[in-house]
């Protein structure tokens, strides 16, 4: 059974930083292409970053040079390190596989909330 669990979002001020977790179960992880999502309230999901299985990153301009996402084979996980975070970045976030994908079970997210 497919399973996604997200972790370590929390509540920063602007400028603050968070790194999330996303580990996941009942896949192939090594070879499957991942993302992160987020949701605003009262906002459709959108794709905010993507790595696929050589690594190869991409990233909404929304987010670019102050996002990192990154993968750990070994362990199941992919990271979204999140700096410079400002309100506009509050949301709950989600990871799933790309968008070109059959999309996965979506797990509960963890929720990110950034105060001015």
């Known amino acids: 059974q497919v399973q996604l669990v997200e972790s370590g979002g929390g509540s920063v001020q602007t400028g603050g930083s968070l790194r999330l977790s996303c580990v996941a179960s009942?896949?192939?992880?090594?070879?499957?292409?991942l993302a992160w999502y987020r949701q605003a309230p009262g906002k459709q999901r959108e794709l905010v970053a993507s790595i696929d299985t050589d690594a190869i990153t991409y990233y909404a301009v929304e987010v670019a040079g102050r996002f990192t996402i990154s993968r750990d084979n070994a362990a199941n996980t992919i990271y979204l390190q999140m700096t410079s975070l400002e309100p506009e970045d509050t949301a709950v976030y989600y990871c799933?596989?790309?968008?070109?994908?059959?999309?996965?079970?979506w797990g509960q997210g963890t929720q990110v909330t950034v105060s001015s």
């Open positions: 799933n596989v790309p968008p070109n994908w059959s999309p996965l079970n």
């Open positions: 009942g896949i192939l992880f090594s070879t499957s292409n």
